[in-house]
């Protein structure tokens, strides 16, 4: 084909694309005037513009220490199942045996799982060396139960040192907003004190160890998920 011809094609599917994107345009239009029922290519056209005037994406981290607890994880699991919510879990290993099958359900639910030693002892507390074998040997027994090396540790009270950073291959994971919810006890005093406090990219720290801090969870979910608020576990947010 010479340039000439090549260049005539060209052009004629030009003018074949414009009559088509302007027929499409007008029946688009019409249709908006004359108020009947969109087509699919404006709708989502509609839909499109919409997505723009979209805020931006909120996200925040539940996060639930000190289980598996007997009485109240399963019921925890149940309602975050409910609400597409994924969170994240730091275990003690002292209360691991017999709960094999909760932490199994944790894992395939999308959960993180994460240590927080073996009995709840304060890690700065400890020679380095014991400190270490708390930790390690509640990571191991989770690892046994799930098949995964945890890789996130909540150390107990949120007492850290340089020394266990040193010690410990696993990051540690603090929080923002402190729900005290084994203090206070309270659905409706735990769901406002949460509220008040959660801002975008925040973490959470509750207990799934008493069934107000579970039912409490759950006001809050719906709340922030109204508010436009993703929740995701601490390895998807950007911890600093
Ligand atoms: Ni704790």
């Known amino acids: 084909m010479k340039f000439r011809d090549q260049k005539r094609l060209l052009s004629w599917i030009l003018a074949a ?16 005037l004359c108020g009947r029922k969109q087509k699919p290519g404006t709708a989502e056209i509609a839909e499109a513009s ?9 996200v925040v981290s ?3 220490d000190d289980g598996p607890n007997k009485e109240y994880t399963a019921l925890l699991l149940d309602g975050l199942k409910e609400r597409g919510v994924k969170a994240s ?8 045996e017999g709960e094999e099958e ?6 395939s639910e ?3 799982i994460g240590v927080h030693g073996m009995d709840h002892k304060d890690l700065t507390k400890m020679d380095a060396t014991e400190a270490l074998k708390e930790v390690e040997t509640a990571r191991e027994l989770i690892f046994e139960i799930t098949g995964k090396m945890p890789q996130y540790m909540r150390p107990p009270y949120g007492k850290w040192s340089g020394e266990l950073s040193e010690g410990v291959s696993m990051e540690p994971v603090f929080w923002d907003v402190d729900s005290i919810d084994w203090k206070l006890q309270n659905i409706s005093r735990i769901v ?4 008040k406090d959660t801002e975008d990219g925040d973490i ?10 579970v039912e409490a969870a759950f006001e809050i979910i719906d709340n922030l998920q109204a508010r436009g608020y993703t929740f995701v576990t601490v390895d998807e947010l950007s911890i600093d």
Request: negative net charge.
């Open 204 to 213: 959470i720290l509750m207990h799934d160890e008493f069934s107000t801090s």
């Open 50 to 58: 919409a997505l723009e005037e979209m805020p931006e994406p909120k």
């Open 110 to 112: 999308g959960h993180l």
């Open 17 to 32: 694309d414009f009559a088509l994107a302007a027929g499409l345009f007008s029946v688009g239009y019409s249709e908006l």
């Open 89 to 96: 879990f730091f275990l003690l290993g002292k209360s691991l």
């Open 192 to 195: 406002s004190k949460v509220l």
């Open 62 to 64: 539940l996060t639930f």
């Open 102 to 107: 909760l932490v199994r359900r944790m894992a």
